[in-house]
């Protein structure tokens, strides 16, 4: 037979197998598609030597008056703000005070480990803190000692630090009477850990594993205990506080917790505080103030009581203690929005110490302490607003200089009712409001997941709403939580958890308007959404979808590839990305057998066009005022920050890229066997004349069998022809470049086969 030309439709497409996507592409990682044509990606390269503590997953950049270019970095441990290649830490504190006399006590002789004595200091393993005033201890100089620190916990009054230093004789106390202390607020954890609470399950409540029993006598709607046909399998704990706690502890120590259940509540005072990690004396994963109680502090030695919870019919029960049989101690009837009832004899009684349900206070999910850190960035002017995910607002000043910490929003002059817990917070366009989304009520400590507030107009810091001024609040109406707002063209999507919603700026009196835009929709994560040419494109459970004045589907030809593969534990990693100068929305997600981002799939939205591939990158910033988009990622075990779209390599390294068609056979009913015998390849290679891709060669008889490498060919721009002798019913190409300097663009590829034989 004469040379055919082997023409393949553009675009990856999985929703159907590789024999039944006859003439398309199959498979491919790190290329894209553009004018219809496969080519490599661009490369990636440092931004910066410098490496950031923790994994980032949140990017902003923007330029000052003087034309400084700034970048923001929030990973689960610190804050950054880069400039020029330098890594600025302005992770707000949250306590600064002075230690007692002689506070270090060193470890043994030529150790640099001190254990520091500081009561209450409200701090967790991994926490940050800075010392100043310190003075010579035991060989371990006051430089040694003033310095930042990562802590390792030994209970709630003393911690270790690991320095530099040396003791000369071990176990030796000093430091001196001026030391101070200055605690970073707590990190974040760089994974997510599956909270409780309203929106966090399903609605109507779950147990997990749980004791049934009986009712052995009637009860009274005001009845204080209840008699249980046996109490033997019910959960029951008391023990008391190793060391204070303050009303910011992220972490409480008892004496023994072994008789505590491995998830649940205590009661500490009038607290609650619910935690979702237990080791033989500690509880974290907090969450403070459950239940709407008030956050106190609590002194070494005081009670911590555990808090058990039935259920009878359609009552939920709290209890603190326990006889052979009867419920008798704290029983506190129809907690959690349930009402107290009479109940007979004989009904059965469940435990519920895991139950979600309507009336939990919705904060229990985001206040936890189990929540994947993750950050919100937005611009005041040439400053920084920011917050955690369902953390304190706070503010960097740029007149301060890249060395000054950032500082709560509340502490900032003239700050007057800013929320205390947001899940996200931005400034809107030109009308130049602050909007805390998902935050606690005016006048009220416990956050509200649908609350929409905002500032005063031109006044970050004034949300107390008066006549004269445009603060004011929304609670939208639809869903249990909001997941994520974000800027569009003359209006703000919001997404909860089962809805979009329109917000626009339309002045006094009301000055946003709020309108329902689709139901049934919701976003995978908070941050699989972008905005982009006046388009928003996001990641549902189930599908991709775009917004354009109306919300529709995104034709997917990598939907099963996608959603059957992906790690749903861990998807609030997942993340949406632009790359506008090639057209193109990028979702990044963590694969069914990965914990960390490990794989994306690309559409050219343009061209309509859809591709996949692996990379590790856990946030991105398209270019702007930078030449360059700007990605995170882990490489040799440290976080970097780098220009993609530069150069051919990964970093200097070797750069893997392919794509590999679907199976093609000679004749429509794939009844013959075919001989390949020559290809006359067309690949536009723009590095060097000598440099080379590889034309690999895979056949098969049957779609069943294996793809088998027949042959491999270094082709060069300069290749006329390249022989084979292939023998197959299908056969697949694949185009792949492993050296560290090539770049590829792919035109048609002509083959020369012939029959050969039936069945």
């Not at 800013?418 to 009520?441: K, L, N, Y």
């Not at 649908?450 to 609040?473: C, H, K, M, V």
């Amino acid at each position: 037979m004469p040379l055919g030309k082997v023409v393949f439709k553009p675009g990856i497409n999985r929703e159907t197998t590789s024999y039944g996507n006859d003439g398309g592409w199959f498979d491919s990682s790190l290329i894209r598609f553009r004018k219809g044509r496969p080519e490599k990606m661009g490369g990636w390269s440092k931004l910066s030597t410098g490496a950031v503590q923790g994994q980032p997953r949140s990017l902003n950049t923007w330029v000052a008056l003087d034309s400084s270019k700034y970048m923001g970095v929030g990973t689960e441990s610190k804050m950054y703000i880069e400039e020029g290649g330098t890594y600025n830490d302005i992770t707000p504190i949250r306590a600064t005070g002075t230690l007692a006399a002689n506070p270090f006590t060193t470890g043994s002789a030529g150790s640099g480990t001190v254990t520091v004595t500081a009561a209450a200091h409200g701090a967790a393993t991994g926490d940050f803190v800075t010392f100043s005033g310190g003075a010579t201890t035991d060989g371990v100089t006051a430089a040694q000692l003033n310095l930042e620190f990562e802590i390792t916990l030994v209970d709630n009054n003393s911690y270790t630090v690991a320095t530099a230093g040396s003791a000369s004789s071990g176990s030796t106390a000093g430091g001196g009477s001026a030391v101070v202390a200055a605690y970073q607020i707590s990190v974040g954890l760089s994974t997510y850990v599956q909270g409780t609470g309203f929106g966090a399950g399903l609605w109507g409540g779950t147990t997990s594993v749980f004791s049934q029993t009986t009712l052995a006598t009637d009860v009274n709607n005001s009845a204080t205990s209840v008699v249980l046909t046996s109490a033997s399998n019910f959960e029951a704990a008391a023990d008391t506080l190793n060391g204070a706690i303050t009303i910011v502890s992220v972490t409480l120590i008892v004496d023994d917790a072994s008789s505590f259940p491995e998830q649940g509540t205590v009661l500490i005072g009038s607290e609650k505080i619910g935690y979702t990690v237990k080791t033989a004396t500690t509880f974290t994963g907090l969450t403070r103030g459950a239940d709407g109680t008030t956050i106190a502090a609590g002194a070494d030695g005081v009670a911590v009581t555990f808090v058990g919870l039935i259920q009878i019919e359609d009552e939920l029960i709290q209890y603190t203690g326990k006889s052979s049989n009867t419920l008798d101690a704290g029983v506190v009837r129809g907690v959690r929005g349930t009402t107290a009832a009479a109940h007979t004899a004989g009904v059965n009684i469940s435990e519920a110490n895991d139950f979600i349900g309507w009336g939990e206070a919705g904060g229990t999910t985001s206040a936890s302490g189990s929540q994947l850190r993750l950050w919100n960035q937005d611009t005041w002017g040439e400053d920084l607003i920011f917050n955690s995910f369902d953390g304190a607002g706070y503010y960097w000043d740029k007149d301060l200089g890249v060395a000054a910490r950032s500082s709560i929003l509340s502490a900032q002059t003239g700050a007057s009712s800013t929320p205390g817990q947001i899940r996200q917070i931005m400034v809107s366009g030109s009308d130049r409001h602050v909007i805390a989304f998902g935050c606690t009520p005016y006048g009220s400590t416990n956050q509200d997941l649908l609350q929409i507030r905002w500032s005063n107009q031109e006044d970050p810091f004034n949300w107390t709403p008066t006549a004269i001024n445009t603060s004011g609040d929304q609670r939208l109406s639809s869903g249990s939580e909001i997941i994520r707002a974000i800027k569009t063209r003359a209006e703000i999507l919001i997404w909860t958890d089962v809805s979009l919603h329109s917000m626009r700026f339309v002045g006094p009196p009301l000055t946003f308007g709020f309108s329902l835009l689709a139901n049934g929709t919701s976003l995978i994560s908070p941050n699989a959404v972008v905005s982009v040419d006046d388009k928003v494109f996001w990641m549902a459970r189930e599908n991709f979808y775009v917004y354009t004045g109306k919300v529709e589907n995104v034709p997917c030809t990598v939907l099963r590839y996608v959603f059957d593969d992906i790690n749903l534990a861990q998807k609030y990693k997942f993340f949406a990305a632009s790359n506008r100068m090639f057209n193109e929305v990028i979702w990044f997600y963590v694969s069914s057998t990965a914990t960390e981002i490990d794989r994306y799939a690309k559409f050219n939205y343009v061209e309509g066009t859809w591709d996949i591939g692996v990379l590790s990158r856990t946030a991105w910033i398209d270019y702007g005022i930078n030449d360059f988009p700007r990605a995170a990622g882990t490489d040799s075990g440290s976080n970097y920050i780098y220009n993609h779209e530069f150069g051919t390599t990964a970093d200097g390294a070797a750069m893997t890229s392919f794509i590999e068609s679907s199976d093609f056979d000679l004749d429509p009913a794939g009844e013959k066997f075919m001989f390949l015998n020559r290809m006359i390849p067309d690949i536009d290679i723009a590095t060097s004349s000598s440099a080379t891709v590889d034309y690999i060669l895979k056949t098969r008889d049957y779609p069943g069998d294996t793809l088998a490498t027949n042959s491999t060919n270094a082709i060069s721009s300069t290749t006329q022809q390249a022989f084979l002798r292939a023998r197959a019913r299908q056969a697949a190409i694949r185009i792949q470049s492993s050296a560290a300097d090539v770049a590829w663009t792919l035109g048609d590829l002509r083959l020369e086969a012939r029959p050969d034989g039936e069945r």
